[in-house]
């Protein structure tokens, strides 16, 4: 068995692993590099390996750092299927078809300024790309509802575990058998927390296991319990409401908007918050928060525990509104505080989030509430860092708004609890951190080398291939 590593190696995007047995080339995942716009634009435009060479392409969840190059797969001449969840195919055309759009109106903006010199910029990839990518998608059910194996090729099938990261992420455990010999390799795709609201805890793998490609993001990280997360939460909502401030939340379109809207309709109900306005801002967020409730088989139990039975619906409250045009948000930008808005891109690279931060950074009666995972060289990671000054669109702004973080509601695991999810694996022989910046995976590496001398641990280098023995 070989295993390359083409991306999602020595930093957190652009997620793609080859493996290859006997004649069988399995692409899992199929990601996009996230951060500077010139870098990651040229290791996007062209994929390291040649596409018409594939077998069959695994996705483990939509975010576009795990599914966002495979239009370029398709337009390099790849002819097979994709196999990921029912859940997972719904997110990834949204979150295509947004990140189409978004090309679009960039190749735009660059001819219309003429950025690009002569010749006129194009998008990446278009609708009708995205069109073609979901025409591929072959939907395997998660191993609760079937146990059996999925067949990809001769001598190779798959199963899916519960990632509990986002709607429809899954583990993906394949299983090669050549010569009357089987081999296993797991890859954890993003891995969720335990007893996060509305999604389900990763699930344990049962088969065993020799090869594992582990995600690595907070490899170094120890995350306060939800209880304690959700009291800050409470805590700094009232003191910015009682001070008249806007509360600005970043947001990334799935996971952490859901949950964050699931534990503010508790605080709201509890009375432990005042019914203040709250606006997802995100024409994405909306829809696929439309996904999240056509799935409900995708809740953990505690979901219908609390809204399920008084026909509430977990997502949707009187106070709460999903904002639709364009005009609608720019409304937001004059409107006094209190309130809320929950905006995406994520880590303030992108989106009407930009136009928030302008309007809202430079009054200290405001909040900007951190949720998630800041990628270096991002404007997010700038001001968890406590930048007094940042630049947006060229223009400089000082920071004088509140910046709080809570990391707690990310939806990846922390390092105790991934390294407790590799021990659950049986025959578990050989782990690759992967997903992770460099600091986070060694520190990881050395936690788990302390109990486990008779574990290989690699931190791949991106592009670098490993030949493995079979065992
Ligand atoms: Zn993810």
Redesign the pocket.
Known sequence: MKVTFYGGAGGVTGSKHLIEVGDNKILLDCGTFQGHRQETRELNSKLPFDAKAITAVVI????L??CGSLPLLIRDGYEGRIYSTDATKDVAEWILKDAAHIQQMDADYMNRHRIKGPELAEPLFTQKDVDEVMARFIEVPYVRFSQEWFHLAPGVSVKFYDAG??LG?AVIVLQFEQNGQTERLAFT??LGRVGTPLLPDPEPITDKVENLLMESTYGNRVHRSIPEAVETLRDVVNQTYKRGGKIIVPT?AL?RTQELIYVLHQLTDKKLIPRMPIYVDSPLATNLTNVFTRHPETYDEEAWKDFGKKGDLPLAFRNLTYTVSREESKALNTKPGPFMVLSASGMCEAGRILHHLINGLEDERNLILITGFQAQNTLGRRLVEGHKAVKIFRQKFSVKAQVEVINEFS??ADAPALKKYAETIPGLRHIFLVHGEGSQAEAFKKLVSQDHADWQIDIPQINQSFTLQNH
């Open positions: 483990s969840h939509g975010h750092d795990h990261h986002i992420s795709g993003d990334f996971g939806a990846h």
